[in-house]
């Protein structure tokens, strides 16, 4: 079950409110990711203290561990992870693309060598459903094939692109189709591929508006493209052809991205990038990224939102101006990811 209100608009960003199985949620929205039913790191009391609304696992790795037979014991991720609100899980596509040659695809799916235990596994758009209606997730991401930016060692053609997207076309039927079987009571959002090819995503989109699922997703990217590539404008014609019953999930949201994808009308985001970095002793602030592992901040008990004492202040205002969150209409709060802060904040579009 999904409902989508569109609240507001300015230009293409929007102001929404999606109301989900497992609770409500007001976009645009930053999803801190759980890869295994937990975001490292951070126990679920911290996210809702936070005021994290949703956030999201991994289908392909669930699968591997713990296994399904494990989550089914449990009721579904929920119950697993301890977190009673809103949950996305992905597909699998991303992670398989990722196995490089590891996989072979074809037309019924992809047979791939489990990382876990060297098992052989097959993949496809129905057994992407059949995990996914075990976790109970409140929105199911359709199987697809992340389109690479190269191909064995050159950038991929329009024609390979084009194969590739029609395939992940097919794959969003029988994932439709699989999803209606198993009578599965949450969302299904397709995916829109196509390479770095506008045409072919603006056909993979009107492909899968015809399809009737509640909500679209950028796909494709962050598959090996230069920055200068960056597909972040593929996203922009999908508000307005999808209609108000849509909300547009993007996989890119680095800590200083996110106003430009609420500005192509993109309405949900997630990355590791914030849990992954902090692990890691690495902070984004409003000044810059800071590095707290570093010997002379050993016995520093400052907060670590004041500027990088290191940075010459031209260099700390530049930074603070690409990092200022920009999230949504300046008449309708909303909620984004506060890159100088573990925290949601409220933040307005310039």
Known sequence: MLH?????????????????????????????????????????????EMGAQIILG????????????????????????????PMLTDSGGFQVWSLGDMRKISEQG????????????????????????VLNS??????????????????????????????????????????????????????VQGGMFESLREASLQALVELDLPGYAVGGVSVGEPKERDAAHHGAHAAPAAGAQAALPDGRGHARRPGRRVACGVDMFDCV????????????TRFGDLKIRNARYKTDDRPSTRPVPATPAPARQAAAASAEPTCTTSTAAARCWDPCWPAFTTCTIT
């Not at 991994?58 to 301890?82: M, S």
């Not at 991929?156 to 189709?177: F, G, I, N, Q």
């Open 4 to 48: 989508f209100d569109l609240l507001k608009t300015e230009g293409l960003a929007r102001r929404g409110r999606l109301t989900l199985n497992h609770g409500v949620v007001e976009t645009p929205v930053f999803m801190p990711v759980g890869t295994y039913g937990t975001v490292k790191g951070v126990m679920p009391r911290s996210l809702e």
């Open 58 to 85: 991994n289908t392909f790795h669930l699968w591997l561990r713990p296994g399904l037979e494990v989550l089914h014991a449990f009721g579904g991720l929920h119950r697993f992870e301890g977190w009673s609100r």
């Open 110 to 133: 992809v047979k791939f060598a489990s990382p876990v235990n060297g098992d052989k596994l097959f993949l496809t758009p129905e057994v992407s459903m059949q995990i996914q209606t």
């Open 138 to 191: 409140d929105i199911a991401m359709q199987f697809d094939e992340c389109t690479p930016y190269q191909t064995q060692g050159r950038v991929t053609t329009e024609a390979e692109a084009r194969t590739s997207m029609e395939l992940s076309l097919r794959w969003a039927h029988r994932s439709r189709d699989e999803f209606q079987r198993l009578a599965n009571p949450n969302a299904l959002f397709g995916i």
């Open 273 to 284: 990038m914030p849990t992954r970095n902090a692990r890691n002793g690495h902070l984004f």
